[in-house]
């Protein structure tokens, strides 16, 4: 399953905007200039990322936004929740254990909004 089949998918499916971005520079220069994500899916195994500062950050400015980990390592799920995180994903998953987790938090949204993929 390749990043853009996820996004294209995704977009599809929760008829939502999903951006990804390459690397933890991209999203933060995303976040700071005042984002209106709803749902950030961050993978926290990047050595490009430090996924875990990512959902720090993203939690600290706004606490009510929902991040989800996404790992291979399953002992990475403890340090998720230690980190505010609202989901942990682990891989390898299927499309619908995405989907099932992505709409267990946007099915009470009201309007498309964005959302965020993160790897």
């Known amino acids: 399953m390749t990043k853009e089949f996820v996004v294209d998918t995704l977009a599809y499916q929760l008829n939502r905007q999903v951006l990804s971005f390459a690397t933890e520079e ?11 994500a709803q749902l950030f899916i961050v ?4 050595t490009d990322l430090d996924g875990f500062d990512l959902i720090g950050t993203i939690k600290q400015s706004s606490p009510a936004k929902i991040c989800i980990a996404m790992s291979a390592t399953v002992d990475h799920e403890q340090q998720a ?3 505010s995180a609202d989901g942990f994903l682990a891989k390898p998953f299927g499309m619908a254990d ?3 987790l992505a709409e267990h938090f946007l099915v009470e949204r009201d309007s498309p909004a964005e959302v965020e993929a993160e790897n």
């Open 98 to 100: 995405l989907f099932e």
């Open 43 to 46: 993978g926290v195994d990047g």
């Open 81 to 83: 929740a230690g980190m």
């Open 26 to 36: 991209e999203a933060r220069d995303y976040i700071g200039q005042g984002d209106s």
